[in-house]
T-cell receptor, first 112, second 113 residues
Framework: NAGVTQTPKFRVLKTGQSMTLLCAQD?????MYWYRQDPGMGLRLIHY???????AKGEVPDGYNVSRLKKQNFLLGLESAAPSQTSVYFC???????????FGSGTRLTVV | LAKTTQPISMDSYEGQEVNITCSHN???????ITWYQQFPSQGPRFIIQ???TKVTNEVASLFIPADRKSSTLSLPRVSLSDTAVYYC??????????????FGKGTMLLVSP
């Protein structure tokens, strides 16, 4: 999706391992969001940021940490992965015209 | 954020018009109605947004009655590529300050030949 890039696209972790998901946006917006989507469900907000150096908890923040050291990047970390964190993770940022959000293409994470 | 209710699934055939209705009885005065489309293995894609009456773009139309307690997404002459999950969201737009999106389960639209 134009403007928001997520890496990696796929990852398999063992229980207890750690990893960081990267979201990069070139839309120069202050706000960025991390969501997770489980099968047959809508997206649920994990954490969000309203500007460089700021982060806030969303609906399901437990087990995740985030950092926003640069305006264009929003990192989502799993310190000790659990099978319950198997999901598809999406990053998003608002469109500059105020109409809707642009989402990344997602990271499919499997924790075994 | 106002809760939304929409059908779990809908079926249609190519060339037909599809109308998906969303109920949002507790919509607030400063809330807008936004629809997203999601294909498998992709992130949601913004379709259309409106506040009242009718909004139309190159992809769809959005009809909102005067009481704003419901809205209808209209897709003209659907094709197989319109098979996707459609989400109705209600909340303030970015122009009203920061906002977080609340997604329901959406409506799975299946278009058949």
């Amino acid at each position: 999706n134009a403007g928001v890039t997520q890496t990696p696209k796929f990852r398999v972790l063992k229980t207890g391992q750690s990893m960081t998901l990267l979201c990069a946006q070139d839309m120069n917006h202050e706000y960025m969001y991390w969501y997770r989507q489980d099968p047959g469900m809508g997206l649920r907000l994990i954490h969000y940021s309203v500007g460089e150096g700021t982060t806030a908890k969303g609906e399901v923040p437990d087990g995740y940490n985030v950092s926003r050291l640069k305006k264009q990047n929003f990192l989502l970390g799993l310190e000790s992965a659990a099978p319950s964190q198997t999901s598809v993770y999406f990053c998003a940022t608002p469109n500059r015209d105020g109409y809707g959000y642009t989402f990344g293409s997602g990271t499919r994470l499997t924790v075994v | 954020l106002a809760k939304t209710t929409q059908p779990i699934s809908m079926d249609s055939y190519e060339g037909q018009e599809v109308n998906i209705t969303c109920s949002h009885n507790n919509i607030a005065t400063n809330d807008y109605i936004t629809w997203y489309q999601q294909f498998p293995s992709q992130g949601p894609r913004f379709i259309i947004q409106g506040y009242k009456t009718k909004v139309t773009n190159e992809v769809a139309s959005l009809f909102i009655p005067a009481d704003r307690k419901s809205s209808t997404l209209s897709l003209p002459r659907v094709s197989l590529s319109d098979t996707a999950v459609y989400y109705c969201l209600v909340g303030p737009t970015m122009n009203s300050g920061y906002s977080t999106l609340t997604f329901g389960k959406g409506t799975m639209l299946l278009v058949s030949p």
